[in-house]
């Protein structure tokens, strides 16, 4: 007759209320709980510690995304906004930013904002990878084709190349009440 194995389950972790994280550029943060709650750190913190070592160590975090001033504006925004939760149905459309978030938005440049959206994946935090998303895209989208090609570094063609673009895709181009005819 086999043997029954019994797995003993880790107890449940209780967090301190601040807890110390290394940046890849070698700088302590110390960041709130509030603010890590939802995020993939928790989760690591969780697989590699017990509720005493929590309360002595730093923590490193690795991706090259994971910088101080990035994690700063993170960490920022999850605080302010701890309580929004977003259902599955919620990725799939466009989300309304509020006044609170514009003007959050508004602060970043285009690197800034790319940097974040970066760290909001790195940290698994669904809510600031959606709207800092949604964020960027409205911002693009009131950019016209410089702007848009001096943010994200992309030289202009050259004439002869624009003007091969231009006959391969006139339809682009076209006015929409000429698209509909």
């Known amino acids: 007759m086999a ?6 389950k880790k107890p449940p972790i209780s967090y301190p209320e601040k807890i ?5 550029d070698q700088k302590k943060m110390v960041v709130d709980f509030v603010a890590l709650k939802d995020s993939k750190v928790i989760n690591m913190i969780d697989s590699l510690m017990c509720e005493d070592t929590i309360k002595e160590l730093t923590f490193p975090l690795h991706d090259k995304f994971a910088t101080e001033a990035t994690l700063r504006k993170a960490f920022e925004w999850m605080e302010r906004n ?3 939760e977003l259902k599955p149905e919620d990725m799939e459309s ?28 790195y940290l698994n935090t ?5 709207y800092s ?3 960027l895209a409205d911002k693009m989208s009131a950019m016209n084709v410089d702007a848009l090609r001096s943010a994200f570094a992309i030289p202009a063609p050259s004439s002869e190349e624009e003007r091969a673009l231009r006959a ?7 006015e ?4 509909s005819k």
């Open 168 to 174: 391969k895709f006139a339809w682009a181009l076209e």
């Open 176 to 179: 929409p009440s000429k698209q």
């Open 94 to 121: 466009k989300i309304k930013l509020d006044a609170k978030q514009i003007d959050f938005f508004a602060q970043l440049d285009i690197d800034a904002h790319i940097g974040l959206i970066l760290a909001a994946n």
């Open 20 to 24: 110390t994280l290394l940046t890849v």
């Open 3 to 8: 043997e029954t194995v019994e797995l003993k």
């Open 82 to 84: 701890a309580g929004i």
């Open 133 to 135: 998303l949604q964020a």
């Open 126 to 130: 669904l809510p600031l990878l959606h």
